[in-house]
């Protein structure tokens, strides 16, 4: 086997094998199932930390930020585990298919954004039927995905009848993904106000999510994304610095020298194409 490797499907199924441990962090925009086959993951959110060894897994909801160590087994052995995402098309689906009366009245939705799952028959069955598709590098059929992903939701529901009110809160739905708005927008002149209402978002609420994906304010946020870009333009020498600064949205050039510096421990006109830093 070599050192790492790893299958995805369609962004909703994920595997992973290696024989190193890794360290990663990353933003869980989907309600996601972690379970470990082999070895170990430590998931940490925001200092609570959650253990899962092999035949363990956890329910993470959606929009939360969380750094994964992935460990190898016992003697070396390989690490393998797997991520399931659950998009909210497949969560209005299988909504739909349920008994609104059989449904538990007094579900108050999960405290905590991390839900351990103990080693059940049901869960072990749902996770090894995957790898004989790992194993040949075979992608299984649409449809067999979905019968699998309902699984993983019935296991889920199975675990704390709490979940059903934060799986199948489908309120905030429509609400913009914060980053890729902040990414697409960093270079107009919009305050937190506007941020929160253009995302679909209370200031409260929309400083609420952001904290969760971000440790830094907005307002910190976007001066450091734009200097970022101007370094960028800078180092490709085909704008002038009063062009570039205008460019990622500087309005006063003598705030954005003083920042600049303060961040990259050289001027603007300092940069060249043969600077690094």
């Not at 390989?78 to 991520?83: E, I, L, Q, T, V």
């Not at 298919?97 to 579900?107: N, Q, S």
Request: aromatic letters at 12%; one cysteine or more; hydrophobic letters at 40%.
């Amino acid at each position: 086997m070599n050192d790492f490797k790893a299958l995805k499907y369609n962004d909703i199924i994920r595997v992973f094998m290696h024989r190193r441990e890794i360290q990663r962090e990353r933003v869980v925009k989907e309600h996601t199932l972690f379970y470990v086959l082999e070895g170990a993951i430590d998931i940490n959110e925001q200092g609570n930390i959650t253990t899962l060894h092999s035949g363990e897994c956890a329910f993470i909801r959606r929009d939360h930020r969380v750094r994964l160590c992935h460990h190898t087994g016992n003697e070396g052995a390989p690490h393998r585990s797997m991520a399931f995402n659950f998009p909210h098309k497949l969560l209005m689906q299988y909504w739909h298919t349920l008994k609104k009366r059989d449904l538990p009245r007094d579900a108050k939705g999960l405290a905590a954004s991390v839900l351990k799952i103990p080693a059940r028959p049901d869960v072990k069955s749902l996770f090894q039927s995957f790898m004989p598709y790992f194993d040949f590098s075979l992608e299984p059929d649409e449809e067999w995905i979905k019968l699998k992903l309902a699984e993983g939701i019935q296991a889920i529901l199975r675990t704390d009848e709490n979940v059903y009110a934060s799986l199948f809160d489908f309120t905030t739905l429509w609400r913009t993904d914060i980053m890729s708005y902040m990414e697409e927008n960093y270079k107009y002149n919009l305050s937190v106000q506007e941020l929160a209402h253009y995302t679909g978002r209370s200031l409260s609420t929309f400083k609420r999510d952001f904290r969760k994906v971000c440790d830094i304010t907005p307002e910190k946020w976007i001066v450091n994304r734009r200097l970022e870009e101007a370094y960028k333009l800078l180092k490709a020498n085909q704008l002038q610095v009063q062009e570039v600064a205008m460019e990622v949205g500087f309005t006063n050039l003598s705030y954005f020298s003083r920042a600049f510096k303060d961040k990259f421990g050289i001027s603007p006109s300092q940069v060249d194409s043969d600077h690094l830093l």
